[in-house]
C-alpha cells in the first residue's frame, strides 16, 4: 500500500545549525508534498510544500527539494531558532480522485540556545 | 482560531460508551478528514468527506462513524467497538477543485478512556 517513511525520528541541534529531515514515499504517481509543523499540543500547520513538478522550493529559512526518480524529498531548515523546536510531518499525495494525505511518522525536533 | 473548530478540547470516556466529537468549519470547504495521532506515529486518516451526505472510510475506519448532514460539520463518534480509543483526533477541511490542496487542520481532541 501506499506508504511515506521520513527519518529521523528525533533531531537536537544547536541554534543557528541547519536541520534535515528526509521522506520516502512509494506510490510514483504521488504529485504533491506538503510539510507540517506541529507544536506541542496544538494543530498541525502547513510550512511549506512542493509539486512534483518541482524540483527545488525555498521560503525563507526553509526549503524543499524533491527527487522523483529516488521517490524521496527532503525539509531544509537553516540558521535554526529556538522557536522551530516542534514536530515536522512530511506528506505525499496519494492517487485515488481525492485529497488524500499519507503522512510520515514525524520527527521531533530541538533546537538548543 | 477561527477557520475550523474542534470540541471539547479534552473528553475522557468510560469503557462501552459511545462519544461524539465535534468538527466545524467555517472556510466553505467541501472536502473534510479525521485523523488519529498516536505518539512517535503519523496523522492516520479514519473517515473522510467529499460532500454532504458522503463519506468514506479512510485506513483505520473500525469502531468509528461519521456523518455529513450539513457542509459546515463533519462529527466523528467513537463507538464501544474501537478497542483502543485513547489518541489525539484531528479534523481537517480542504477544497476539492485542484490538485495541490492544503488541508486546514482543527485544533483537536484528546480523548482519554478511563
Given at each position: 500500500g501506499e506508504n511515506v517513511e521520513q527519518h529521523p525520528s528525533t533531531l537536537s541541534v544547536q541554534e543557528g545549525d541547519s536541520a534535515v529531515i528526509k521522506c520516502t514515499y512509494s506510490?510514483?504517481?504521488?504529485?504533491y508534498f506538503p510539510w507540517y509543523k506541529q507544536e506541542l499540543g496544538k494543530r498541525p500547520q502547513l510550512i511549506i510544500d512542493i509539486r512534483s513538478n518541482v524540483g527545488e522550493k525555498k521560503d525563507q529559512r526553509i526549503a524543499v527539494t524533491l527527487n522523483k526518480t529516488a521517490k524521496h524529498f527532503s525539509l531544509h531548515i537553516t540558521?535554526?531558532?529556538?522557536?522551530?523546536?516542534a514536530v515536522y510531518f512530511c506528506a505525499a499525495r496519494g492517487t485515488g480522485g481525492y485529497n488524500k494525505l499519507i503522512f510520515g511518522a514525524g520527527t521531533r525536533l530541538a533546537v538548543h540556545p | 482560531d477561527g477557520g475550523i473548530t474542534q470540541s471539547p478540547k479534552y473528553l475522557f470516556r468510560k469503557e462501552g460508551q459511545n462519544v461524539t466529537l465535534s468538527c466545524e468549519q467555517?472556510?466553505?470547504?467541501?472536502a473534510m478528514y479525521w485523523y488519529r495521532q498516536d505518539p512517535g506515529q503519523g496523522l492516520r486518516l479514519i473517515y473522510y468527506s467529499q460532500i454532504v451526505n458522503d463519506f468514506q472510510k479512510g485506513d483505520i475506519a473500525e469502531g468509528y462513524s461519521v456523518s455529513r448532514e450539513k457542509k459546515e460539520s463533519f462529527p466523528l463518534t467513537v463507538t464501544?467497538?474501537?478497542?483502543?480509543?485513547t489518541a489525539f483526533y484531528l479534523c481537517a477541511s480542504s477544497i476539492i477543485?485542484?490538485?495541490?490542496n492544503e488541508q486546514f487542520f482543527g485544533p483537536g481532541t484528546r480523548l482519554t478512556v478511563l
Open positions: 506510490d510514483s504517481a504521488s504529485n540558521e535554526t531558532q529556538p522557536e522551530d523546536s | 467555517n472556510l466553505n470547504h467541501d464501544s467497538a474501537q478497542k483502543n480509543p477543485q485542484g490538485a495541490y
